[in-house]
């Protein structure tokens, strides 16, 4: 997986992850399209442990990918319902307030 996290001053951070092969790659949901780049989603892979800690922490989260939405799943994160399907690629975000 691709993981970048986006330090905003005054407003705290966004964690962005996304499966390997999905990066590089422009995705479409009706007339939208959703372009997977190494800018938002970082250019590093990292393992699964790397991604667990990041969204542990991460008070808003962006992503996209069967195995990264999974992940966030399984930790309890996010619910399948919380999901949106982008053609058969599932994509999901977290918002703390």
């Given at each position: 997986?691709?993981?970048k996290v986006h330090r905003i001053p005054g407003a705290?951070?966004?964690v962005a992850v996304c499966d390997a092969e999905?990066?590089?790659?422009?995705?479409?949901?009706?007339?939208?399209?959703v372009c997977i780049t190494g800018g938002f989603y970082g250019t590093e892979r990292v393992d699964e442990e790397e991604v667990r800690?990041?969204?542990?922490?991460?008070?808003n989260?962006?992503?996209i990918g069967k195995r990264a939405v999974a992940l966030a799943?399984?930790?309890g994160l996010v619910t399948e319902a919380d999901c949106i399907m982008i053609?058969?690629?599932p994509h999901t975000q977290?918002?703390?307030?």
């Open positions: 997986m691709y993981l705290g951070e966004v999905l990066l590089n790659v422009t995705l479409m949901r009706g007339d939208v399209k800690k990041a969204l542990c922490d991460a008070g989260a962006n992503i799943i399984a930790m053609g058969d690629v977290i918002f703390r307030i």
